[in-house]
């Protein structure tokens, strides 16, 4: 999983080929965060390598 509300390294996951698969809000100390699952295939992941 992973907190959206950090957005420099989501960008990051989206531009080595990670995409959302699953989402959900969350309250934690007080504040609403969306927290993402990513995945990438493997076949995605060493198609972008070249």
Known sequence: M???NLKPPYYCY???GF??????ICELFGEKWKIL?????????F???N
């Open 14 to 16: 989206k531009a080595a």
């Open 47 to 49: 198609s972008q390598q």
């Open 19 to 24: 995409r959302d698969i699953e989402q959900e």
């Open 2 to 4: 992973f907190i959206y």
């Open 37 to 45: 699952a990513l995945a990438v295939s493997r076949k995605e992941y």
